[in-house]
């Protein structure tokens, strides 16, 4: 289970200042350094006592962090501003859901930090279809998996299993080509150990905005040949979703797509979440001038002709995966035009694929639970399923 660790303690009216400046780089040391570390997020409880949330993905974790301490120069640097520590607890995390509250077990599929995903599993016995969840943010660090929660638990009053993954990502260790590649497909193919209550034989997928594009691609990884990332799939899925997806990479480097990020003062998207690590914006913002997807597969078109070859679903389009291109209309962040060309080259090509463009949707409004997208993406899956249980 997803372990809670809370840890009070005094800082000294004259030290808060130092203790706030040095919570960035003690958090990307964690972020590096500690396997199974998810999240942290301080609270002023007094004047003086301050209250650490710091989410662990296991016991094992947790204990192997207490056990290494201040070990690096970033996290001594915040330990020192500490004056008194009060006390450290631990408990098991619960969401909430519609019938109550819900443990979510986060289970490490690697050794590195970002190789966790959430699993939640409806009441009973199973065995439960599962959903594959992918978030999106320009394939970088500063967002993460908490962004899709509100489908997971959506989907889990359907009796769906799901597994909302998280995976390396530009602007931490390992992040970009190949390794957010080797995570999406390591994480899907964990399904098959998650838990005995999932049937592995009722595997779907979906991703939002640059997770749509990773959703999208694990639905041709029977397509790519052996040795790149990827190939060899251990499971398949029966159906695919793409929500708002970067589906065609070739053009989102021609057209520098991403560079918006390196304007720090940038109005962000309607609906857009707040990063989950905005401290790392600074460092994406220097490297991205020439858009977002050099950043993934460290470089362009030109440069890397045969990555873009294995990586952009546009330019893969075939394989027996069914799926489901859903884009808004009024989308300014993603051109829906990608939409349209990866479904025009993957029918030619004789796939499975359905386009649905949402009427007067933006990017975030294709996640909007009470939205024509989500509802669209819903009903889809169900009958996925219905069709794979009747031997459609």
Do not use: C
């Not at 120069?73 to 450290?88: H, K, N, R, S």
């Not at 999406?184 to 193919?189: I, Q, W, Y």
């Amino acid at each position: 289970m997803s372990v809670i660790e809370m840890t009070t303690f005094v800082v000294a009216p004259d030290r808060t200042s130092e203790m706030l400046a040095a919570r960035p780089a003690m958090l990307a040391a964690f972020r590096t350094d500690r396997r199974g570390f998810i999240a942290a997020r301080l609270v002023r409880v007094a004047e003086n006592t301050w209250l650490d949330l710091v989410e662990w993905a296991d016991a094992e974790a947790f204990d192997a962090s207490r056990a290494k301490g201040a070990n690096l120069p970033e996290i001594a640097a915040f330990f020192a501003t500490i004056d008194e520590l009060v006390g450290v607890r631990s408990g098991v995390r619960y969401d909430d859901a519609a019938d109550g509250p819900r443990a979510v077990r986060t289970i490490a599929y690697g050794t590195e930090p970002s190789q966790v995903g959430e699993l939640y599993l409806p009441g009973g016995d199973g065995p439960f279809p599962v959903v594959v969840l992918i978030h999106g943010g320009w394939w970088t660090a500063m967002f993460d998996h908490r962004q899709t929660v509100p489908l997971a638990q959506d989907l889990l009053s359907l009796g769906f299993a799901v597994w909302n993954i998280e995976y390396r990502r530009v602007g931490e260790p390992g992040g970009g080509w190949p390794g957010t590649f080797d995570d999406v497909a390591a994480a899907v193919d964990a399904v098959a150990d998650l838990d005995p209550a999932i049937d592995t034989s009722r595997v779907l997928v979906v991703g939002h905005s640059a997770g749509g594009q990773l959703a999208t691609w694990v639905a041709h990884r029977a397509a790519l040949p052996e040795g790149v990332p990827g190939a060899l799939p251990g499971i398949t899925p029966i159906g695919v979703v793409s929500l708002a997806g970067v589906l065609d990479l070739v053009d989102a480097d021609k057209v520098g797509l991403g560079s918006v990020l390196a304007d720090l003062d940038a109005e962000p998207p309607h609906g857009s979440p707040p990063p989950s690590a905005p401290e790392l914006w600074p460092a994406v913002a220097a490297r991205v001038g020439d858009g977002i997807t050099r950043l993934l597969l460290g470089g362009s078109f030109a440069q890397y002709e045969e990555r873009y070859a294995v990586a952009s679903p546009v330019l893969l389009a075939d394989g027996g995966v069914p799926v489901l291109v859903v884009h808004g209309t009024a989308d300014e962040v993603i051109p829906p035009a990608y939409a349209r060309t990866y479904a025009d080259a993957a029918t030619a090509k004789g796939a499975d694929v359905e386009l649905v463009e949402s009427p007067g949707a933006d990017h975030f409004g294709v996640v909007e639970l009470d939205g024509h997208a989500w509802r669209v993406t819903r009903s889809w899956l169900t009958d996925r399923l219905h069709r794979a249980e009747s031997g459609e």
